[in-house]
């Protein structure tokens, strides 16, 4: 299953309530606000790299490139809107709103 | 595309706080009409979402109709499935005795695992 | 793939509905079908033909539109949510209809996956 | 005392058109003179006449119409806004208006108060 | 100054941010969703202890009523729309939304 | 009511992050018009409002227009008190080289007692 995230993880709790019912394997993408949670070296850098020991995790591009997001924490991987589409192909869908 | 005779699993998580948004209120609408398509229909109250179901709830005052006692009637419609988080109660400092419904009280890892097995997801 | 859309915001104030936009083009370019967009809560004012954005900014209604008549993306409008926000047949864009909540639980059955998008 | 407000958020989706209602009902029972409601951001769904709630809800937009014409309040949409999310004059409610920024600068200058409900 | 705050401390960070802006003597009022905050025995009552030591502390009680909160953090008061406005004939006011 | 020769201090509180909604383009058109009436302005950044002023923002890929160097723009309508809270800017992992504009960093203890001088603030 697919977590998307589109919230700043600093103004909501969404991201780290995700976190607790995440299952082993399934991909989480950042999106919009979201993607925040992905820049590297902020108060959050932590939280992902414990999520990427059972996760992948991803950061729509656009919405990176958008926020002048140039570096995220290491392991994260960029997604255009076509590889937003990939995933949801392999995946069933649970938006976090 | 699933054949007629597939029946979907279809869960709503109620994420928001009743009355400062409407998104509870129309969650359940959405929930309810949902209930007459005899799909597998499962509820799930996490953080804020408890909120909804919590007693003594009185609009009057701020003059938006209230309807906590809505969630009742989901039994009376087949939707028996309804699960609440331990610790998003607790933190609330609330305990099933504070809610208007009977409900399930699940650990996040159990709801987690509930969440995997749907064919759809929607957050309220 | 058959793919549901449901959008919970209204058009500018969130990125939602660019987002859904967005998404919804790259999964017809890939092949895939995008069978319809349901709008719920505020997302159901993403139907007004009376919005007038600036000229050097996006035209979100034209793009539901666009979705309607050039891929056959069904543009719906939950009644009730409608009701309460003033969206109705005379304002409603291009390619889009107003609809009940069990057209929704349609979608829901009859594609392979449903995304929402919102607040 | 002279009060302002500045609404930002639309009708009924979130809680804020209501607790804007409540004050200013409240403050001109107390006396004060609730200068104007400034509708801005989504705010400007205030506006609309076309709202059709149910029956055993309130009318919002009533209540806007009801403090124009009986308590004096002017109800102003931000135009750049209302342009964007499609209320325009065709679609006002009664006693409601469009007008610019400038005029909410006047009421933050004119006013002992002004106060923002939002979400 | 008056600080109203109107979002639940639960999903979004507008409580703890606006009470490191707070000046001593300054009351806060929660409305809206924003009175979660102040129900007794939850995560933020001890944050709402600390800043009473400094600050009136009140929720509206029409967002309480519609809320079932029926206890409310010891020391915080209890206001209506009239006293709403009793606050804001008092303070200028600062509206974190 | 005060006289037409009475300045106001007017404080306008960037609190959320651009994009995502439209609070701080609107906010800050909000600002430009403000600009014009010789008031006493101020624009402090609080929170997710920082990354507004973020260097870099290329929206083309969102296809939404992007407004980051309009702030830019403030100095020549004599909006020149621009703060930004420290803690916001620390714990998001940036320093005032990452933003686009010349800003003074203060604490929030200094931003509040600023705050408290207003006659009026509004947040975006």
Known sequence: MLHTINKSPFESSTFETCVRFLQPGDPVLFIEDGVYAAQAGNRFSSLIETVMKNNPVFALKPDLDARGITRVTEGVGSVDYEGFVGLVEEHQVNSWL | ?124 | MNIGILLKEGPYNHQAADTAYKFAEAAIAKGHKVDAIFLYNDGVNNATRLGDPPQDDRNIAARWTMLAEKHGVEVLACIAASKRRGINDDVMIDGGEITGLGTLTDIAIRNDRLLTFGD
């Not at chain 2, 009185?58 to 609440?84: C, H, R, W």
Request: hydrophobic residues 40%; proline residues 1%.
């Open chain 2, 1 to 124: 595309m699933s054949e007629d005779t597939d029946i979907r699993k279809i869960m709503h998580v109620m994420r928001r706080a009743p009355h400062g948004s409407i998104y509870s209120y129309e969650g359940l609408e959405m929930i309810l009409i949902m209930a007459a398509y005899e799909q597998d229909l499962s509820v799930v109250f996490i953080g804020d979402g408890v909120y909804a179901l919590k007693k003594d709830q009185d609009t009057t005052g701020i003059g938006i109709k209230g309807f906590s006692k809505t969630f009742m009637a989901l039994d009376g419609y087949d939707v028996e499935k309804l699960f609440v988080d331990r610790a998003s109660l607790e933190e609330r400092g609330l305990t099933e005795d504070d809610l208007v419904v009977d409900v399930e009280v699940m650990e996040a890892s159990e709801i987690g695992r509930l969440m995997t097995e749907q064919d759809v997801v929607i957050h309220h």
